[in-house]
């Protein structure tokens, strides 16, 4: 028996065969673990503190997102549920705005002797003030005097808007793969 798929409708068809299977737990948490495989392995794998290009997931070491990924089946076979634990994965899945919860401003860093580090880590850092102006408003700068000029470390700013990168999703090669799973599920069920 061959499967095929199209973007078109592919949710329905899923379904429709899902719900002709006799072991259609079995048969989403096959395809639950194909994707969470999918998802740890687009992961780049970068050196700690070090920032990724706009868009991005998450590198493999933030906050152990490797680890927090999971697949869960909902309800008696419905569907399947991908998420995880970690507490910026929603952040990072939907975007939004980031504040501040002890301090008044968020410092962000902008150096690379900065990355992985706070502004605490540094005991000689100045505030500066720069003339260029952004959007109407000055920025800040934190950072250190170096000889006759000024090496910015961070900038401080009250809040962040993050875009939604939408990372935890299915594609369509995990739709693919899905079809062959059922595909061999009917084919076990027929006795092929």
Known sequence: MRVTTDDGGLGEKF?????????????????????????VKSMPV?????????????????QDFADSIAARVIGDAEGIRIGS??????????????????????????DRAAYGKRPR????????MPLARRGGKRTLLLGRQDGSGFQALFVLTRV????????????RDDGEYGAEVLAAEADRAMGV
Do not use: N, Y
């Open 85 to 110: 634990s970690a507490r910026q994965a929603r952040q990072l899945q939907e975007g939004g705005e980031i504040r501040p919860r002890r301090a008044r401003m968020l410092a962000i860093p902008i």
């Open 46 to 62: 970068r050196p700690i503190g070090e920032p990724g290009a706009g868009g991005s997931p998450p590198a493999r070491h933030s």
């Open 15 to 39: 379904g429709r065969l899902l719900r002709l299977c006799k072991r259609p737990v079995a048969v989403l948490q096959d395809v639950g673990r194909h994707a969470v495989r999918r998802i």
């Open 121 to 128: 880590d540094f005991g000689d850092l100045t505030l500066a």
């Open 160 to 171: 962040v808007r993050t875009k939604p990168h939408p990372w935890l999703a299915f594609t």
